[in-house]
């Protein structure tokens, strides 16, 4: 038997475990049931994989995601593991080779659908067969309530019961304590030990700044951060997903849409391409996403806001899977907010389900107005505690100011109270501004009290005043009346003059002045790190695989500083085990070679 540890170095090439996978792997080794909940990018994979190739006998890998089967095959394959897929997509000659494969010992791992391992036949095959350990990936889908619920899982039970003495280890990104509850009950895991990590994702730097010119914003970000990287922009309509897809095409962007309204196959097509191409930007609807494992996913930009925090942080959670340093980037503004206030007050249901509703929509705006941390506020609401600020956030990068309000909100709040709480923001920036509208005539509202009295701020500056007191709840969106803002509760004690509030200060960015970059670190050479990811992608489509599975992002660039020139250091990378440097070691340092030949002296 080979101990863990010198799978890590000698099959994957990496140094050492992130805890806790080296508490998970050996309870597992040791025949122990586990509940592993690690946020995505995590490295959960190795929990199952390493005490598959430690123990006697195969593996098998539940998973509900057909398309990822190949890839997560490919990958280990690269590595020299034997492992192998049973789905719905082989033929029956392949299943046939498969099986016999199985039974007499000579796979280490077998990927398998729900649907498939649990008919009565799969069962059978199994129990003729040496298996080491069941791993049940994303074990989240037991649970009813969830939205990824499928019900194959619920008959995952049955392992238990057919096969008492294999170790069992089930697996989610999946935080709440409700769904950890369903899983150990549905799946009989109740004297499985738990891991249960932190959810931070370090490695993303979460910015959320205000809307302007949305398009341009966007363009700004990719031009500076992210020129030729993979990455997702997300749209709330489809028509959206299509018009900026079209639009990052004519800026010379390799951009595609995609919505639950494309026909099938070219959704799998654009699908494929995402994960297959390097530098593919999906701008898609929530369609996109689930089950998507691309780990090399640089950025995901929001133009819309997301409903609710738990959406926001699953989304944003598809960047930056390898662990290199990826961005999660929104711009919003007054619109999102009017928006999805109607969304959520229109929505049908019940009033306790609004109630829901609306404290979820709360709480995804209150992260979007924060001025300190946004890492803390995100991780406080999933119930984790960061000690300080994190640094990697724009409120810790570019601290944001906040200027006392009290009087400019105190106006603002008379202006909807005066005009009857009939009418929106525009009409009543006119009226603050003592604005000529042709609505200010028809209904009196020169004659106003209000009217002109905030001539000191600028409309945009109104505008903010007004986002903030609806985002927090001071005003509220009448349906019944499109857009007009009411007054809510708790204006009152403003409106006495009993409270001050303490407002934003929303400062315009400056094209062009971004402090913030991500997109490579400084010390990398960029005509070598090109040569090398083009070297990548040869190899990758001469396989029919996707670049990441050669080497991630990350190797390269260990490449670009270390500038390997002989196995011995190549071997040394991360992510560089024996058999990568067998098949790939001598190609990359020739790419690294030529390079530093072309380099004049002094800089090589
Ligand atoms: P998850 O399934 O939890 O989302 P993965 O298992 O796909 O995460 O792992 C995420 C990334 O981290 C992968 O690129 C993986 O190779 C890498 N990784 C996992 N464990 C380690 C480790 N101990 N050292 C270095 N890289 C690791
Ligand atoms: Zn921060």
Redesign the pocket.
């Known amino acids: 038997m080979t101990s863990a540890q010198h799978i ?1 170095k000698h099959t ?1 090439g ?5 805890p806790p ?1 080296d508490d998970i792997i050996n309870a597992v080794v040791n025949g122990q049931d586990a509940l592993v909940l ?10 199952y994989q390493i005490p598959a190739l430690v123990r006697p006998g195969c593996g098998v890998v539940i998973s509900p995601l057909i398309a990822l089967m190949q890839d997560q095959v490919s990958a280990l394959r690269q590595l020299g593991v034997k492992a192998a897929f049973l789905n719905s997509t082989l033929e029956p000659g392949q299943v046939a080779q498969i099986e016999q494969d199985l039974l007499q010992g000579q796979l280490d791992l077998l990927y398998i659908a729900p649907e498939r391992l649990t008919q009565a036949r799969s069962i059978e095959l199994l129990q003729r067969a040496p298996i080491s350990l069941f791993a049940i ?1 994303e074990a989240h889908c037991v649970s009813q309530w969830g939205h990824d619920f499928r019900a194959d899982y619920l008959q995952l039970s049955l392992l238990h019961q057919q096969f008492p003495s294999i170790p069992r280890i089930a ?1 989610t ?1 999946t935080a709440d304590e409700r769904t950890r509850k369903e899983i150990i009950h549905r799946l009989d895991l109740d004297s499985a030990d738990q891991f249960i990590a932190g959810f931070d994702r370090p490695n993303i730097r979460y910015r959320i700044s205000l809307k302007q010119n949305a398009k341009q914003q966007l363009l700004g970000f990719l031009k500076e951060e992210h020129p030729t990287d993979a990455g997702i922009v997300y749209c709330l309509s489809r028509k959206k997903t299509e018009d900026i897809a079209f639009w990052l095409q004519e800026q010379g962007f390799n951009a595609l849409p995609y919505h639950a309204g494309l026909d099938a196959r070219i959704r799998a097509d654009y699908q494929s391409r995402f994960l297959r191409e390097d530098s593919v930007i999906m701008v898609a609807t929530v369609a996109f996403g689930m089950g998507i ?1 691309k ?1 090399d996913v640089r950025f995901v930009a929001h133009l819309d806001m997301p409903k609710t925090v738990e959406a926001y942080y699953q989304e944003t959670g598809r960047a930056g ?3 290199s340093p990826s961005n999660a980037w929104m711009v919003y503004g007054l619109q999102d907010v009017i928006k999805l206030r109607q969304m959520v007050e229109s929505s049908d249901g019940s009033e306790e389900h609004k109630r829901a509703e609306r404290h979820r929509l709360n709480a995804m705006l209150g992260l979007c107005e924060i001025t300190s941390c946004r890492r803390q506020s995100l991780l406080k609401y999933f119930g984790d505690i960061l000690e300080q600020p994190c640094g990697n956030c724009d409120s810790c990068l570019e601290p944001v100011d906040t200027w006392d309000g009290t009087e400019a909100v105190r106006k603002a709040l008379s202006a909807v109270y005066r005009t009857e709480q009939r009418f929106g923001v525009n009409h009543l920036i006119d009226v603050l501004r003592g604005g000529e509208g042709e609505k200010i005539y028809q209904f009196d509202h020169h004659r106003l009290a209000t009217y002109g009295l905030g001539k000191d701020l600028d409309a945009n500056q109104w505008r903010s005043v007004f986002r903030q007191l609806v985002a927090r709840g001071y005003l509220r969106v009448d349906m019944d009346r499109f857009g007009a803002l009411r007054l809510e509760e708790q204006c009152r004690p403003l409106l006495r003059g009993e409270e001050t509030i303490q407002l934003r200060r929303d400062v315009p960015k400056k094209a062009g002045k971004q402090t913030t970059k991500t997109s490579l670190p400084a010390d990398i050479n960029v005509a070598l790190w090109e040569a090398l990811r083009e070297r990548r992608r040869e190899l990758a489509e001469d396989q029919g695989v996707p670049p ?1 599975v050669i080497f ?1 992002d ?1 190797t390269l660039q260990e490449m670009c500083v270390a500038l390997p020139q002989n196995l011995a250091q190549f071997g040394r990378l ?2 560089v085990g024996e058999r990568k440097l067998d098949k790939y070691g001598a190609d990359f340092i020739q790419v690294i070679e030529n390079h530093l030949a072309e380099q004049p002296a002094s800089t090589a």
């Not at 990496?14 to 992130?18: T, V």
């Not at 690690?38 to 929990?47: E, F, I, N, V």
Request: glycine fraction near 16%; charge should be positive.
């Open positions: 890590l994957f990496y140094d050492r475990f992130r996978q690690m946020p995505t990018g995590g490295g959960k994979s190795l929990c990936d697996l990104a494992d780990p899977r390898d662990g990441y991630h990350r991360t992510g």
